[in-house]
């Protein structure tokens, strides 16, 4: 009996969170630039938020039973580096960004994700 209450908590959470992602709000995205303004601690929360958002995103997609392949492309960075802890992957991005001043106007989430991207070609 416990285990079918787990299950309804567990199909009920997925489902508000499906039915939030339909009533999300345009919000304003972060440019590199901006990044650059914050203090390192912010620095480094938004990148752990991007890590966990695209984190759940795969775990939800794949309690829903659906197709995937977007979710799994935007997570796919991740991947490549299943034990690494959160400074790894900060690390990566302010090295992305020290060596690519160019692109500091795009959004901070694409650059996080070319950063993680480019690292994961890169390793051996």
Sequence with gaps: MAEKGSRLRSRTSVLVFALGLYSIQPAF??????????????????????????????????????????????????????????????????KYMQDHPEGWENNMVNITWASLSNACKAKP
Aim: charged letters at 20%; proline letters at 5%.
């Design 29 to 94: 995205a972060m440019s590199g630039n901006d990044w650059n303004n914050f203090s390192k601690d912010v620095q480094d929360a938004y990148v752990i938020g991007v890590l966990e958002t695209w984190r759940h995103a795969e775990a939800v997609c794949k309690q829903l039973s659906t197709n995937c392949d977007n979710i799994n492309f935007i997570a796919r960075p991740l991947s490549c580096f299943p034990k690494s802890p959160y400074n790894q992957f900060i690390a990566i991005v302010r």
